[in-house]
């Protein structure tokens, strides 16, 4: 008897983008982790956009070894001063699949938060993870988080759970948002607009980050928090 095998389900393209900087030492373990997670679920049909802005521990360099092996995989060199914000821009422009979205360099993302995105891909038009293991970061990063969603979710009458994870966007939806900031509300800038609008479909998925102990966030600065509320008072105005 002739046995016919079950052809797998045809699952979208996904560009990922990876920013890093400074992380010479967990940039390939993050980048196996994707590749796990992408055949664990059975996307095939995938890019790497490596982003690195003149690390001085040779990150770059790493990125750029990588790249010559795999030909999915493409290095992007932007200047010192650039953040994560414009890494991300700088990764949507070089894009060309059906889906984009980022997961950082650092090696901080678990494979199954990972897994939890891809999964989603093809059902939703944007994906959003939060946080469901919080503990793993500080107090005071915790605090100022949960601040900081919440000014969102008032301001814009939204109730998002997290709004500065990795997220993943249809491309010919997120092809339709303004991005004005390369500041750390990148991502919020994006989700306000998105969400707001009413007829984009949405997941919010768990994600499961490890502790990185004595690891500072680059986020908790003065300059930073000028460039957030730079941000919002002009989606507020934009908005309403």
């Known amino acids: 008897m002739l046995k016919i095998l079950a052809v797998p ?20 373990g993050t980048l196996k982790a994707i590749q796990g ?20 521990d040779g990150t770059g360099r790493i990125m750029d070894d990588y790249t010559a092996r795999d030909s999915r995989a493409f290095a992007i060199h932007l200047p010192a001063d650039a953040g994560l914000g414009r890494k991300f821009h700088e990764g949507v422009e070089r894009a060309s699949k059906d ?36 503990r793993a970061r500080s107090f005071i990063r915790r605090t100022l988080s949960s601040i900081y969603t919440a000014v969102f979710n008032i301001l814009f009458g939204l109730r998002l759970k997290y709004f500065n994870g990795p997220c993943f966007f249809r ?8 991005m004005t900031t390369n500041g750390p509300a990148y991502m919020a800038e994006i989700l306000v607009q998105l969400i707001r609008r009413g007829d984009v ?19 908790l600065r003065w300059g930073n928090v000028y460039k957030i509320a730079e941000t919002m008072i002009r989606l507020v105005l934009r908005t309403y």
Do not use: C, H
Request: aromatic share 8%; glycine share 4%.
């Open 9 to 28: 389900e045809s699952r979208p393209s996904v560009s990922i983008i990876v920013p890093a900087f400074n992380e010479a030492e967990n940039i390939l």
């Open 37 to 56: 997670a992408l055949a664990a679920e059975q996307i095939v049909d995938y890019e790497l956009l490596l982003v690195d802005n003149e690390s001085p």
């Open 99 to 134: 889906y984009v979205g980022w997961f950082p360099g650092d090696n901080e993302t678990l494979p199954e938060t990972m897994r939890n995105v891809f999964r989603e891909i093809g059902k939703v038009d944007v994906i959003v993870p939060y946080t469901i293991n919080p």
């Open 171 to 178: 491309r010919s939806v997120l092809d339709s948002v303004v």
């Open 201 to 219: 479909t949405y997941a919010e998925v768990p994600m499961y980050i490890k502790e990185q102990k004595g690891r500072r966030s680059r986020i």
